[in-house]
């Protein structure tokens, strides 16, 4: 498998470099015969000349007690190595570090200078030369949007922004995106390591997952459940209607939460958020313009047919079953997580004023705002040969007995963690949002769309204690 690694080779300087005027490129300078051990040696360093908008040093020095960087105009401040930068901007940089003792003695500074193109002009293989203009979008619908299709990628018990480390601690999930996220994944992992089921491979690195959706399994003769190998009602994964690029089957957006599209924000990489409530329960059902379900055939809207669900309806064979979900689309523009993972992203509000509808004061970044949208079809395999429907259907999340009378689907929520080029996300949302189009097939409105899916490993662990995990 191909790992975006490959792009950052490794440069070995021995000895100190001395910086030049910071708007001039860096040159080097061996010192190897008079060298201290305080002098730093950088081992791991971009390209001098890149399409990345981040950066991963490696550096060391013999004696050092600790060590501070300082990157472009920032000041110095303390940093470790490997030190990762999520966030680099376009045209020349340079990293200053300097090591020193444990009597606070600092050593040579050592520099390293490198340009970052725009992919875009510079081109890639994951985009594509398209001829087709996306069109404006429909009145009384979304303010702007751009659409992708992800394959599935695989299914674990973990969850790196809940249970960070901690290895089958979470309910089944299904995972798209980048295809080696585990519980150890982080910010740095998700840029560096493996490729995308999703349009765009590695311009489009960040990770999404939702709870499995479980159907009961039928013997498809009798009607009678079928039990697990441990004497236990056996479920099975109903998987959604995903990576087939000739249907085009969107099931992730990009699109604008606020009325001001001006004011909206790129989403800063390394962002993680959720969306919905894991621990839903009967009586507590959520607010449907957050998490719902739907049939195909209600044809259901918010502008003119709003008829939504927040638990899993009856949808009859041949029919699909549809979910909606929407993440909190302003930021309060300092964290890129919290502690109960929430509390640094907010929704938009409307109070009747002139702003119509916009970000709250407490969160006041209107940021791009993320959204799933899955189809699942109402197939004979996983529905009982009588009813023929998805009655019964339950998610991996669903903390509730389901039953006849109590439908399942009140856990839906999903996690999203940010890895997107950000040359790439601010131009989604500079063409597509904010020029009010509607951008299909990650078709990004510049002459180029993303390329195409790509299967992940689809590893499928076995469904454990109804998909709630071990």
């Given at each position: ?415 999203w963690f940010n890895a997107w080029h950000p040359t790439i996300m601010e131009a989604i949302l500079s063409n597509c949002i904010k020029e009010g189009l509607d951008c299909h097939d990650g078709n990004l409105a510049n002459g180029y769309r993303l390329s195409g899916t790509r299967e992940g490993t689809q590893e499928e662990p076995p469904i454990v204690n109804r998909g709630l995990g071990y």
């Amino acid at each position: 498998m191909k790992s975006i690694k490959q792009y950052l080779p490794l440069l070995l300087l021995g000895g100190t470099l001395t910086a030049c005027d910071s708007n001039s490129n860096t040159e080097t300078t061996s010192v190897d015969e008079t060298s201290s051990s305080l002098d730093v040696t950088l081992a791991l360093t971009p390209d001098e000349t890149t399409s990345l908008r981040y950066a991963q040093f490696e550096f060391s020095a013999p004696d050092a007690a600790g060590y501070e960087c300082a990157i472009n105009e920032e000041s110095y401040s303390e940093c470790e190595s490997p030190l990762f930068k999520e966030d680099i901007a376009l045209g020349s940089n340079w990293l200053s570090v300097r090591a020193y003792d444990e009597s606070g003695e600092f050593g040579e500074v050592t520099s390293y200078n490198w340009y970052v193109n725009n992919v875009i002009f510079e081109g890639h293989e994951d985009l594509v030369a398209t001829n087709v203009s996306p069109s404006p979008v429909e009145p009384n619908s979304w303010r702007g949007i751009f659409r992708i299709n992800c394959d599935f990628a695989h299914s674990s018990y973990n969850d790196p922004i809940v249970f960070p480390g901690q290895k089958d601690a979470a309910h089944l999930h299904r995972f798209y995106g980048n295809t080696v996220v585990d519980e150890n994944t982080t910010m740095a992992s998700l840029y560096t390591e493996g490729e995308s089921s999703c349009q765009g491979n590695l311009l489009n690195l960040s990770s999404y997952w939702v709870p499995a959706l479980l159907a009961p399994v039928y013997d498809q003769i009798t009607g009678e459940r079928e039990l697990d190998d441990n004497g236990d009602p056996a479920w099975q994964v109903v998987p959604a209607v995903v990576g087939n690029d000739d249907e085009a089957h969107e099931v992730f957006y990009y699109s604008a939460g606020v009325d001001d599209l001006d004011s909206i924000q790129p989403l800063p990489p390394g962002l993680r958020m959720i969306a919905g409530v894991a621990s839903t329960r009967p009586g507590e059902e959520q607010d449907t313009s957050i998490a719902r379900w739907h049939c195909q055939t209600w044809e259901s809207n918010d502008a003119s047919n709003p008829q939504f669900s927040a638990t899993i309806p009856e949808c009859q064979e041949p029919d699909r079953l549809r979910m909606d979900l929407f993440f909190p689309s302003c930021w309060d523009g300092e964290n890129l997580d919290s502690e109960d993972h929430r509390s640094h992203m907010a929704y938009p509000v409307n109070d009747g004023g002139p702003e119509g509808t916009h970000c709250p004061d407490s969160h006041p970044v209107p940021v791009v705002r993320v959204s799933y949208h899955y189809a699942f079809g109402v197939m004979p395999e996983f529905t009982h040969p009588v009813e023929k429907s998805s009655k019964g259907w339950r998610l991996a999340a669903d903390m509730y007995e389901v039953t006849n009378e109590q439908a399942g689907g009140l856990s839906l929520h999903g996690d999203w963690f940010n890895a997107w080029h950000p040359t790439i996300m601010e131009a989604i949302l500079s063409n597509c949002i904010k020029e009010g189009l509607d951008c299909h097939d990650g078709n990004l409105a510049n002459g180029y769309r993303l390329s195409g899916t790509r299967e992940g490993t689809q590893e499928e662990p076995p469904i454990v204690n109804r998909g709630l995990g071990y």
